[in-house]
């Protein structure tokens, strides 16, 4: 029972070691797996979206300023009459990541992004491109190098609409 009591002490040191100097790194490059549901008109083309995105951060303050990038993949719903409209989303952000208290962030970040979409027709692979500025504020949490957060994201073109979905990633 005293050996067990002494390893959970230790691991628990260990790991409050761990955090205090991850939080206190300067730079920081993360990878994460998003995934979500559309919301507003893309919503009526297609039911989900799942991506990879990388964030560099650099820490400033009480936070850290946020670069991401990325790619998005729309899986299309069938809808009578219509050819198959996959789409692919490739963001960029840049924003602040504010640590409320310790573990607990928000985050708003702004950008632009690239929506394709591809679809056939008369067997040949078509696609159509549009640009939009893009915002997405954020909710998580983060301990040592994982990360887990909540956002929305929000197309200003094409008759609005976003993404509601949830980020898990990994801080190096």
Not at 61 to 74: I, M
Not at 120 to 134: A, D, P, V, Y
């Amino acid at each position: 029972m005293k050996t067990a009591i002494l390893l959970v002490a230790i691991l628990t040191l260990c790991i409050s070691k761990t955090i205090a100097q991850n939080e206190s790194k300067k730079f920081s490059v993360g990878f994460g797996f998003e995934g979500g549901v559309p919301t507003g008109p893309p919503s009526d083309l297609y039911s989900f979206a799942v991506g990879l995105t990388i964030r560099f951060s650099y820490h400033v303050g009480p936070g850290f300023v946020t670069l991401t990038g990325g790619a998005l993949g729309y899986d299309p719903k069938s809808i009578e009459g219509e050819p198959k409209k996959v789409g692919l989303q490739i963001p960029v952000r840049a924003g602040y990541k504010y640590i409320i208290q310790h573990h607990f962030f928000v985050m708003g970040e702004v950008g632009y992004s690239e929506f394709k979409t591809y679809y056939g027709s008369n067997g040949e692979l078509l696609s159509i491109n549009h640009g939009s500025f893009i915002a997405a504020p954020s909710i998580g949490v983060q301990f040592n190098a994982f990360e887990v957060g909540i956002r929305y994201g929000i197309d200003f073109s094409n008759g609005g609409g976003g993404l509601f979905g949830a980020r898990i990633g990994f801080n190096f």
